[in-house]
Each structure stands twice: as structure tokens, then as C-alpha cells.
């Protein structure tokens, strides 16, 4: 069983060019979770979808970020304009459907983003 | 919102020696807590969980424990090695939601000598 893919791995970007960070989550599952970590950090919750869906993004910042999960294809995560604050490492996790949500999150390797 | 706060922030331990790392929240609705190891250059990997009906939990070396009325819960590691070496984060659900919106501790780095 595959698990959560991640790609790239690696992105650098210049400040002012977008960055495009896919995620494929584990079959099965359905509902995504895109987290940021800063260096030496904890992970930080930004959105949390559903297939077409945007449950809840209130740990996305309201300008330059934005999120989809298609019916078909990856989970894409979306920065307009980067800037160098964006340099992170963003991680996406999936987990299966369940009745109260509380369901183990799996994580994939991440996307280390640089901005120049 | 929740807010997890995670000691020590480093542990440095002889192989074969216990390990235990500690947490507490402040969301008295959180209802699960899962702790995830991460090595370097990768991604968080769940190696243990509990639910808030139960009060201890173990696999094999690892052990977790929760205290509900005190909020807080703690991860154990007996008969360290090094390759338990890593990063290991406590994290809690946010309570009221039905979905799984996970608010992460800062993180332990745990370094186990041979």
C-alpha cells in the first residue's frame, strides 16, 4: 500500500513566482489535512478538505495561499507571490472517513520549499 | 483554540534506559491524542495513539498514558535504542469538531547514546 505522496520533494522559487505542492493521499482515505513547519518548529494546521471541498482554512493565511482537492487527481496546495516567510516545509496527511473525524492522520515526507 | 505544550524540548538518554516526554493541553473537549516520531528529511510518522476513554496505552517499548482531569499525557520509551533516535511530537484534536484538525506540540529531540 502506497502512502501519502508527496511532490516535489524540493522547490525553490524566486520571491514573486508561484509554488505548485501536491499531495496524493493513501487510498481510501478522503479527507486531507495540509500542515506547515518552520525550522524547528511544530507542525501547524492550515486547511482541511474533503473531495470539491474546503471543510475548514483557518490556519491559512487570507491572501497569496489557496487550496483544492479535485474529484480527480491530488490535493494542491497553491502560493501566489512567495515570499521569503513562505521558506517551509509543508506536509500533507489523509486519513479515512469516520464518524467523528477523530481518525489517525498519516503524513507524507513533505515539500521543503526555499524561496531565493 | 487548543494549545499543547510539550517538555523537554531535548532528552539525551543511555541506551537501554527509559525515555519519557510530557505534554499537557488546554482544551478539555480534545478527545484524542496521537504522537508522531519524525527523523530527518522526512515526514511524521504516527507510532502511538489514545482516545480520552482510556487512560494508558502501550505497544511493544512504547507506552502512552493520559490524565484527563490534569490534561496532560506522556509518551514512554523503555529499553531505548538508537535508532529511537528522532523528533518525536505530542499533538491533541481540537475538541467540537467532528473532523481532525490537529494542534501540534513543539517537538522533543531525542538522542539515545550506545
Known amino acids: 500500500n502506497a502512502g501519502v505522496m508527496q511532490n516535489p520533494r524540493h522547490l525553490v522559487r524566486r520571491r514573486g513566482q508561484e509554488a505548485r505542492l501536491r499531495c496524493s493521499p493513501m487510498?481510501?482515505?478522503?479527507?486531507v489535512y495540509w500542515y506547515r513547519q518552520l525550522p524547528e518548529e511544530g507542525l501547524k494546521f492550515m486547511v482541511y478538505l474533503q473531495k470539491e471541498n474546503i471543510i475548514d482554512e483557518s490556519g491559512m493565511p487570507k491572501e497569496r495561499f489557496s487550496a483544492e482537492f479535485p474529484k480527480e487527481g491530488p490535493s494542491i496546495l497553491r502560493i501566489q507571490q512567495v515570499v521569503r516567510g513562505d521558506s517551509a516545509a509543508y506536509f500533507c496527511a489523509s486519513s479515512p472517513p469516520g464518524r467523528w473525524g477523530n481518525q489517525p492522520q498519516h503524513f507524507g515526507d513533505g515539500t521543503r520549499l526555499s524561496i531565493l | 483554540g487548543e494549545n499543547v505544550e510539550q517538555h523537554p524540548s531535548t532528552l539525551s538518554v543511555q541506551e537501554g534506559d527509559s525515555a519519557v516526554i510530557k505534554c499537557t493541553y488546554s482544551d478539555s473537549a480534545s478527545n484524542y491524542f496521537p504522537w508522531y516520531k519524525q527523523e530527518l528529511g522526512k515526514g511524521p510518522q504516527l507510532i502511538i495513539d489514545?482516545?480520552?476513554?482510556?487512560g494508558e496505552k502501550k505497544d511493544q517499548r512504547i507506552a502512552v498514558t493520559l490524565n484527563k482531569t490534569a490534561k496532560h499525557f506522556s509518551l514512554h520509551i523503555t529499553e531505548t535504542q538508537p535508532e529511537d533516535s528522532a523528533v518525536y511530537f505530542c499533538?491533541?484534536?481540537?475538541?467540537?469538531?467532528?473532523?481532525?484538525?490537529?494542534?501540534f506540540g513543539q517537538g522533543t529531540i531525542l538522542t539515545v547514546h550506545p
Open positions: 487510498k481510501g482515505h478522503s479527507h
Open positions: 489514545i482516545r480520552s476513554n482510556v
Open positions: 499533538a491533541a484534536f481540537e475538541g467540537g469538531t467532528s473532523y481532525g484538525k490537529l494542534t
